[in-house]
């Protein structure tokens, strides 16, 4: 084929049905009158107003609701919140005399209050010395064994940072020496952090990511601070070496360490992406679901108005195109999970659906695209700048990468992918691996896949109906081809795992005439197997391995058009996004054109929604 030519926060169980009142407060807050709140006084218990950055020093308190931890405020004292609150200060803040907690300096039983209060939480939680984050049930922790359990990883740390070679004397300490026992041990200390209700609720994302200082404290009443570093540092390590602990399975002792505290901290990492807040609080617990997205907003820079009555699923979709229309167009570049029919946002092929939000984005390898220029939305369509790389052939659908126990096995898959014949080994080495390897490398890669094929084929025979699999051990002849291929499947674990998650593996050729280019390439589609020509565009999304695709299909009506329509030219087509490539080399040079993807007029989401 030739190519065509809001800061908008509300208390956690407040209803939706504010959204008009909030619209209204927005509105006022943009004029230049000052934004005011109250602090409780320690001394007397007594509401005092301050503006915006003009407070004496206070401690913001985070809480979760479900834990009623505060009484009225003449019950402060004998109530477990008041009583962590007086021990807190004493030790942690003796100089500081102001807090601020919402049960008592948001007028609760007071609508207007609300409205004007809950926009300025953001502001309130940046401009505090430090957050108190009081836990119902004990910790179970003094400062000094929480320092020894964290003491001494510098080196471990240093070993993920330089990727030392995985069969080392140094890994071999850390898993499963004397190094794993200290793991454990400090997972098991940062775990309590994560028993209580606090660790699963949306909005309390917010009150740790704003924080500038953290102080935690349980029941005991020990007030306890702990370097935020270590609730990504250590998981971290633990995936790094593969380590079990790592995959906690739902209701372990792990399982919300790893689960919710490892996403939370690292986004208080220099860096980190922040719309994929939006990831984290697909796990999370909100008392309305829409809150998943209302209770984010501030953290991610992109702010919509609530509405009244309004789904998750109508606010998930207009943040999407909100973010979009900001330049954060990473949200297009995500692989997709499983059906077509199941995974989109209705109507339009651009977004996952609000339930399959964090899973899309977790599988995700590329973090902040920068686009070529300002994207624009309009009923749902985005247009955008991008550069042709050609059209796109699918030669072969590859399938579903193989896993058991919830662990993939990347290998496995691609030699099964590669049904023990040579030429087809050799072009999906060739797409998998994304450019970075020598011919006499992919070679030897092909050679393991090509000896590899019944042997995989065996241990899936053995396994198959065994909870727990044996240790597939790859047959190789040769130490160059040990040498390529576990180069190789490192590649494999940090690029074809996460975005093959739930996405669907297809072997494709990319080629242009214009830039005399015949490519492999790895496509991560969904499970339905497009049936109009397919065009790829690189809109910027690269990462340190290469540039990543969009794979977007012409609709049958568009072609047709093209045909008997004179007038009709490439700035005409609506394309349908169907996935993402896995990263090339080639850097492209054709220019720069404004292509228009996804919305009500695509063509192919027409299709799909009929047959839904």
Known sequence: MNRPALNQFRIRDFSSSVGSALTASTQAQDSNQAKSFRLLCLDDLTLRQFDIGSSPPYIAISHAWSERLFDDIPGFDSSLGGRAIRK?????????????????????DNE????????????????????????????????????????????????????TYRRDEKWRYWRKGDGYTKIVRAMKALAKFAQSDWSSRVWTLQEFIFARTIVWIGSELIPLTCEEYFFCSIP???????LGIASAPPGSEFDRL???????????????????????????????????????????????????????????????????????????MLPPIGSSVLYST?????????????????????????????????????????????NCTILRRLGSLHQYGGKFYAIISLALFSKGDWSLAVHIAESFSSGVFSRKQLNAIAKVLVNNYEPALGFIRENENKPEPGQFTLLISAQWER?????????????????????????????????????????????????????????????????????????SEDLQRELYDPDFGPEDFFYHKVGITLPVQERFGTPLESINIGGPRCPVCQTIDEVA
Not at 139 to 148: P, R, S, V
Not at 279 to 290: F, G, H, M, N, Q
Not at 487 to 499: G, K, Q, R
Request: proline share 5%; glycine share 8%; aromatic share 8%.
């Open 346 to 390: 209705q109507g339009n092929c651009l977004f996952p659906c609000a339930r399959m939000r964090g899973s899309a984005s977790a599988c995700a390898i590329v973090g902040t695209v920068v686009p070529y220029g300002p994207p624009s939305i309009s009923a749902g369509t985005v247009t955008l700048a991008a550069k042709y790389a050609g």
């Open 112 to 163: 207007n209050d609300k409205f004007e209060q809950i926009p300025l939480m953001g502001e309130i939680y940046r401009g505090a010395d430090a957050v108190l984050i009081i836990h119902a049930c004990e910790l179970g922790l003094t400062q000094d064994e929480l320092d020894e359990a964290l003491s001494g990883f510098d080196a471990a740390f240093e070993l993920r940072k330089i990727g």
């Open 258 to 332: 790893v689960k919710e505290f490892l996403g939370m901290a690292n986004m208080r990492a220099p860096g980190f992406e922040p719309t994929r807040i939006m990831e984290i609080t697909s796990i999370r617990k909100a008392s309305l679901r829409v809150d998943e997205i209302y209770g984010a907003m501030a953290l991610s820079g992109v702010q919509i108005t609530p509405l009244q009555n309004e789904t998750i699923e109508q606010a998930w979709l207009r943040w999407c195109e909100a973010a979009v229309a900001r330049g954060h167009i990473r949200w297009l």
């Open 88 to 108: 807190a200060f004493s030790e942690k803040f003796p100089a500081t005399n102001h807090y601020w907690v919402d049960n008592f300096c948001i007028l609760q």
């Open 236 to 242: 971290g390590l633990c995936v790094y070496l593969n």
């Open 483 to 555: 040498e390529a291929s576990s180069a190789f499947e490192n590649l494999l674990n940090s690029t074809v795992i996460p975005m093959f998650t739930g996405a669907v593996a297809y072997l494709a050729l990319l080629e242009s005439e214009e830039l005399q280019l015949s490519l492999p390439v790895a496509l991560a589609l969904d499970d339905r197997v497009p049936t109009g020509p397919l065009v790829a565009f690189d809109v910027n999304a690269r990462i340190s391995r290469g540039t990543i695709l969009l794979i977007a299909e012409i609709g």
